[in-house]
């Protein structure tokens, strides 16, 4: 978490589809757990999901930070410096 500016300067949206994934719910997919995008809010579903939405979301947009958006879980990560905050 030390040095690492995306997770420091993230910033926290509202969530656009909080009832799950933005892509499986279009798609009627299932997903495991879910992550928001710290950048535009989009909820993803985590690689342990079949398709993998929010890693995608980050290869296609570049917005670097998503945080668990599984209760009571407040974890961050950041893909460009591979590190939890």
């Known amino acids: ?8 300067e993230a910033a926290d949206p509202a969530a656009r589809t909080p009832d ?6 279009a798609q009627g ?10 950048g ?3 909820i993803g579903c985590c690689d ?13 947009t570049g917005h670097p ?9 407040e974890w961050k990560w950041c893909f460009v410096d591979q590190v939890m905050g």
């Open 40 to 42: 535009c809010g989009h």
């Open 65 to 73: 930070v998503i945080r668990s958006f599984e209760p009571g879980e």
């Open 29 to 38: 997919t299932r997903w495991v757990h879910l992550r928001r995008c710290l």
């Open 1 to 8: 978490m030390a040095g690492c500016e995306h997770i420091a």
């Open 20 to 25: 799950g994934c933005e892509e499986c719910l």
């Open 48 to 60: 342990s999901s079949p398709y993998r939405h929010a890693s995608a979301h980050f290869e296609g």
